[in-house]
Every structure is written in structure tokens, then in C-alpha cells.
């Protein structure tokens, strides 16, 4: 079958994040499989205009901003040869809608609903927050993928039957995976890590915020920010405030290796968003016996058992935060169980698991 996906980003784009790694390693997923898959996507500074990324024809068209409408204006006939069109359903929606014969899927890792409001001025916010509440009127005939139980609740609470969404799991992303572990890798001193872009919705301020009292009582604490974004400016200087910014480093972007090498040694990861689709770094750090403090939020949740494979704390209350990070770093033991855990509860999650669900779905002949 020949596959288009709707994209905002490919996997080379700078600003590339979680939905483009899903997205592309679902694609693989699909060229295995013996489908032909294109992408169609923005483009950005230095980035051809068509480009094979490992068998995925990427078509970049227009700005980011503009796509969603130039593609419906300009790309419908070119559209019509695919048999299956797949929009990646995470920031604004495309509105696609296919040609007759056609098969359209909205895969869907995460819609803001108001928490966009926490992430950008109020004029654009107010732009993502109308075109989602648009969705239950121009996706009434699409099917849907989504990547949590959190998220399919999400679609179903905006008006999305049920029975048009099935759960599609995202897979572990790391390329290289150690078959034993070592426990000497494990840092000597209180270590604890964030994965992930630095963006305002990802709430790092309050795990800083919860910091002062624990460095106090363990002088040689650590947290690593591993990533970079538009918000790193604002969390540096939310470190001076609080007087901790020699316990906190601010790695920016790191390779591969680099991620593998602090997930190992760290003790714990946070991960305090607000919302997200599911928490992509739960999974990588669970490879490594690593347990997650999490806020009990959407499509964190789901993916964490609450005081077996990590915790779960309130969003914005430092305080809370303060209490889990001390009960992880003060209790090896429990840090130990909890990452044995993580370890075989994240065994069932894989890419192909994931691609096989969103395919049987589309080549079923019920739809």
C-alpha cells in the first residue's frame, strides 16, 4: 500500500520532539512491512525540499505555520494516489479529509486543550484551542490511533466514539540497549535526571522549586537536565533565584550515547508535565532499572504504576515533589524494586506491537 503522513515536522527538523519520533519509527515500521510511506511536512532553514530518510520519501512544502491550510489547498489531487493517509494529530489539526477511496487515520499522541494557554501568549493559544474544538465536526468519518488510554479519553470526552479509537502504544526508542547491567554504573551521589525538550507545559519549575531543602540535607545532590528548548532561559534563571544552580546542569541537546550513559547512572528520573501523550523517557529509563517521578498527569499516568514502577505527585506542589525525591534517594531498596519493575513492566511496549495495531485497524475491511 502507498501511505502518506501529514506531519508538522520531520525527524531532521531541529524542533523535531516525541510525535516525530513516533511518527518516524512507525514509518520504518510500515517500509518493513513492504509499504511505500511518504511524509509531507514543513520545511526549515537548510533542509532540502524532497529527501529519502531511511526509505521515507519526506516532501517538505511550506512553513510550519501554514501547512495544515497549504496542503488542503494545494496538495489534494496530488494526494488522491494513496491509498491510506495518516495525520499525525498533536498540535494543529490538517482537516484532512481523504478522497473516496481512501482509507484516513488521525494518530493521535496529544491535543493541549488549555493547557496551551500555559505554553504560549494568548492569541495563539486561542488559535490551537479553537481549530481542536473543531475536531469532532471534520473528523466524524477518520479513525483514530491513540498512543495512551489517557489520550483515547481525551478524544472520547470532546465528542470521538469509542469504537472509531484503538490504543497504539509507542515503543521503546533507544538504538542501543546493554544486555547486562552493571550496578557500579550507578553514580555514587544522589543523582536524578530529566529527559526531554525544555518547554513551560513540562513544569521543571517546581521540581527546581523543591529542590533548596533536599541540597540543604544532601549537599552533594545532583539533578541533570538533559535537552534544550525555549524555556531553558527562564529555568536558569529560576536555579540563581532559588541559590542551587551548582546542583543543577543544564546539559543541552545530547547524543545518543550521552542519554544511555546518564540514564544508567542516574538514581531517578522526574518528568513533570503537565499533559502528554505518554512520556517517551519513562520507558528508556525503565530499560535501565531507573524509576520515574511523575505528575499524575495525562498520558504520565498510564505509564506508571504508582509506588511499584515509580511515583506519582501532584503537578504543581513542590512540596510533594520534595517528599517523593527524598523517599527514592533516601531508600535504595525501594529505588531498586522499583526499577526491577520498570524494567519488565516496560517489555511490553515495542514499535512493531504499535505498527501492527494501527495497521490491522486500516486494512481492516469493516472501516
Not at 533536599?214 to 529555568?235: C, H, N, V, W, Y
Amino acid at each position: 500500500m502507498k501511505i502518506a503522513w501529514l506531519t508538522h515536522r520531520d525527524i531532521k527538523n531541529p524542533r523535531a520532539g516525541g510525535a516525530e519520533i513516533a511518527v518516524h519509527r512507525l514509518s520504518l515500521e510500515q517500509i518493513a512491512q513492504g509499504h511505500e510511506v511518504s511524509w509531507f511536512t514543513s520545511k526549515f532553514p537548510g533542509a532540502e525540499n524532497t529527501e529519502v530518510i531511511d526509505g521515507i520519501k519526506v516532501n517538505r512544502v511550506s512553513s510550519e505555520n501554514l501547512l495544515n491550510w497549504y496542503l488542503l489547498v494545494f496538495f489534494r489531487k496530488i494526494m488522491r494516489p494513496f491509498d491510506i493517509v495518516i495525520e499525525s494529530l498533536c498540535k494543529v489539526p490538517f482537516f484532512w479529509r481523504g478522497h473516496k477511496s481512501q482509507k484516513v487515520m488521525a494518530y493521535t499522541t496529544h491535543l493541549f486543550g488549555k493547557a496551551i494557554f500555559d505554553e504560549t501568549n494568548p492569541l495563539a493559544g486561542s488559535y490551537v484551542y479553537f481549530l481542536e474544538k473543531l475536531i469532532p465536526f471534520f473528523y466524524q468519518k477518520h479513525l483514530f490511533a491513540a498512543i495512551s488510554p489517557s489520550t483515547k479519553d481525551d478524544l472520547i470526552s470532546r465528542g470521538i466514539p469509542s469504537s472509531r479509537i484503538v490504543v497504539a502504544p509507542c515503543g521503546i526508542n533507544l538504538k542501543v540497549v546493554p544486555g547486562i547491567l552493571n550496578a557500579e554504573t550507578r553514580s555514587k551521589t544522589p543523582l536524578i535526571i530529566y529527559v526531554g525538550r525544555l518547554k513551560k507545559y513540562k513544569g521543571l519549575e517546581y521540581v527546581l522549586r523543591s529542590l533548596p531543602p533536599i541540597i540543604k540535607k544532601t549537599p552533594e545532590f545532583q539533578l541533570m537536565i538533559l535537552g534544550d528548548g525555549d524555556d531553558r532561559s527562564r529555568l536558569e534563571e529560576e536555579a540563581r533565584n532559588l541559590g542551587i544552580q551548582n546542583h543543577v546542569l543544564f546539559t543541552g541537546y545530547v547524543s545518543e550515547e550521552e542519554k544511555i550513559k546518564w540514564l544508567q547512572q542516574a538514581w531517578v528520573m522526574v518528568y513533570p508535565s503537565v499533559k502528554e501523550g505518554q512520556g517517551l523517557s519513562i520507558l528508556e529509563a525503565a530499560v535501565f532499572q531507573t524509576p520515574t517521578i511523575a505528575s499524575h498527569s495525562p498520558g504520565l499516568r498510564d505509564f506508571i504504576l504508582n509506588g511499584k514502577t515509580g511515583l506519582l505527585v501532584g503537578h504543581t506542589q513542590p512540596e510533594t515533589w520534595a517528599t517523593a525525591i527524598e523517599e527514592t534517594i533516601n531508600n535504595a531498596s525501594l529505588r531498586q524494586i522499583m526499577g526491577k519493575n520498570a524494567q519488565e513492566f516496560c517489555q511490553q511496549f515495542s514499535w512493531r506491537k504499535s505498527s501492527e495495531t494501527v495497521m490491522n485497524v486500516l486494512q481492516s475491511k469493516d472501516q
